[in-house]
């Protein structure tokens, strides 16, 4: 099935607060709120950062929040700092196969 | 704490079989709670699930690579395992053991092991 759409980059100064898009289908997305996000430094593997839309799991920064609205869901990062410097990828439940589906990934940098 | 370890060859010739196992620390693969599976990365690219497995032996597989690949565990050994044969440069990828879990489940992937290259190359 076709990946969920992410922005190839995003940007933001130290402070500002900066927002990535995921979009999907009603058959991901938009018509279940599993909706995953993934935060993957260089050379690292991907570390999850919020769950089921807008859950946090525990140890990850209240900087990092979720939502969603329709077929797109958001990850929010306020307060940006240096070390949010990374890919994001978003991961959604998906009704058409026993696998999740993954985003194509975005590239936040802190400038 | 759950860890993952991915072993195996780092290198593959082209059309033969890539293997890697998945050492699992801190917890039971037998769980009944989780599944467990791999997902690759290829250089500069996104995420692709490959598949998942449960500790009862079910597996579910990404169908653009279902005729290629098996997933495996051994219990013994908290231990699971991916053989992807006939493999071509298009294989040559990052590749992930993780824990997730079946349907709304497989959203979330946590926790993941550190990755290990493969290269296929003659």
């Known amino acids: 099935q076709s990946a969920l759409t992410q922005p190839a980059s995003v940007s933001g100064s130290p402070g500002q607060s900066i927002t990535i898009s995921c979009t999907g289908t009603?058959?991901?997305?938009?018509?279940?709120?599993?909706v995953s996000w993934y935060q993957q430094h260089p050379g690292k593997a991907p570390k999850l950062m919020i769950y089921d839309v807008s859950n946090r799991p525990s140890g990850v920064s209240n900087r990092f929040s979720g939502s969603k609205s329709g077929n797109t869901a958001s990850l929010t990062i306020s307060g940006l700092q240096a070390e949010d410097e990374a890919d994001y990828y978003c991961?959604?439940?998906?009704?058409?196969?026993?696998?999740?589906?993954f985003g194509g990934g975005t590239k936040l940098t802190v400038l | 704490q759950l860890q993952l370890q991915e072993s195996g060859p780092g290198l593959v010739k082209p059309s033969e079989t890539l293997s890697l196992t998945c050492t699992v620390s801190g917890g039971s693969i037998s769980s009944r709670t989780y599944y467990w599976g791999w997902v690759r990365q290829p250089p500069g690219k996104g995420l692709e699930w490959i598949g998942i497995m449960y500790y009862s032996g079910s597996t579910y597989y990404n169908p653009s690579l279902k005729s290629r690949v098996t997933l495996s565990l051994d219990t013994s050994k908290n231990q699971f395992s991916l053989r992807l044969k006939s493999v071509t440069g298009a294989d040559t990828a990052v590749y992930y053991c993780?824990?997730?879990?079946?349907?709304?489940?497989?959203?979330?992937?946590?926790?993941w092991g550190q990755g290990t290259l493969v290269t296929v190359s003659s």
């Open positions: 993780a824990r997730t879990g079946l349907g709304v489940g497989t959203a979330v992937v946590d926790p």
């Open positions: 991961s959604s439940y998906t009704s058409i196969s026993t696998l999740g589906v």
């Open positions: 009603s058959s991901d997305v938009g018509g279940y709120n599993y």
